[in-house]
């Protein structure tokens, strides 16, 4: 790899050096924008304009992110002071839920609804609010549930047949969308199973309260000072709080069913935020909980004003940086060096999986990483290997789930993600008793880490033959082409 290639990637190196080096992502993702726009310059001889267009364009593209932002915003808003949140937290506590068990069942329950809705951004929206509280009353470990809600928020991204990282990476790699689900999803379970024991024991191990508790008796030791802070920076706790004390009818489930039967009938993620939230309104009327219009509308105003601050003006810079890494076609070297290293199929695959979260990390976006880096990882299966057809489908199937799974479930991992960035945003605008940071998602990403790792690790070593419709053709089925040409292109980059 030459000196060009070389300056192509570094951008990334700058990125997370100054991520490691405690820097915050708005800061950091300037300078190395910055930076990336002089490596164009210098390696690709790109105008001021044609560097410009670059990532003001892919900003363009996550336009619609943003209305799902503030819509996502708006919904954990309401959902935290209509009775939502409060009656979910409620049945949760009757069923005897402790300390121990409630990242858990924050983690199979965000699991469940994202596999109904088909996005982990309205997911996590909806459970964000509901069991960092619970976690909050039952005296639980709000790091360990924030972790949880994360991880189950982005399983059904990863393989629910409505996701459109789904849809998307399946149609990259030409494959269709059930065969894929069908090809990870005995994978997929075992990940989400063997999380959810993770996760409990690492309860147990910090030893957490094991005994049920009344809601109304760990909100009367909330200190004087809490409510106080609460009422000035998120009045909607307060009233969460208030609601799970004095008890609200069951009725208010319903909006969160609503929004899960809309998603199960294929409507898209903005039209399910905007139900939730309007059936949060009605059934909120006929509760008592919400007391009029102009309250039910500031309640969204709030929203919108919280999802238009620090978090789109990160998501912007970090598109931004991606639009530009992009042009440059960053990624082309990597993967002519996968072709000179890799000794067998098995190994070309894993290294396209390598590719896969060394492109979301520079990107710092699954669904760029999938649109620039699917193709890549698609054409080196192409042209590098020969077989059945039926083999060569399992490598498109497997490429599709690297595009898809190390995007979404790699995203937690990288500091600098807009992923990271909202879920961070959601939890503070919500839980201002903690002041999260980056590596607080991070640190007991359980499922992320699982998810990442044994994919990576099966398909190095062969393993996933003992995994059902999981293992990819042997030997005997592929082979790599036996043609020099393929180095000489790396010799060349």
Known sequence: MNFNALMKISPVFVMAGM???????LIAAPIATIYAAVVAAFTERLSFKE?????????????????????????AETFMSTGVGASIISISLSLGITAQSVAVVALMVSAIL?????????????????????NHILGGNVLLTLAAIAGGSCFGDNIGLISDTTVVSSGIQGVEVIKRIRHQGVWSAMVLVLSAVVFYLVGLFMGLPSHSIEASTAISQIPAEVWEALANERASAVTLLEQVQAGVPVYMTLPLVVVLILAVRGLPTLACLFAGIASSFIFGRIAGTVGGAQEFLDLIYTGFEDAGSWVIIMMMWVAAFGGIMKRIDAFRPLSNLVVALSRNVRQLMFYNGILSVLGNAALSDEMAQIVTVGPV????????????????ETLRLRNATFSDALGVFGSQLIPWHVYVGFFI???????????????????????????????LFLTLTGLDRFIPLFALPSDSEVSLRKEPAAKEVYQNA
């Open 19 to 25: 991520m490691i080096s405690g820097f915050d992502v």
């Open 51 to 75: 560097i410009l267009d670059s990532g003001i364009d892919n900003v363009k593209e996550m336009q619609i992110v943003f209305f799902i932002l503030m819509a996502a915003y708006a919904m």
């Open 114 to 134: 994202s596999i109904a809705t088909g996005t982990s951004w309205g997911t996590f929206a909806a459970s964000a609010p509901i069991f960092l509280w619970l």
């Open 377 to 392: 990882i698609r054409d080196l299966v192409e042209k590098n290997v020969e077989g059945s057809e039926e083999a060569l």
């Open 425 to 455: 945003g959601i939890a503070n605008a919500i839980y201002p008793l903690h002041q999260f940071v980056a590596i607080d998602l991070i640190r007991f990403n359980i499922m992320a880490v699982i998810a990442v790792f044994s994919i």
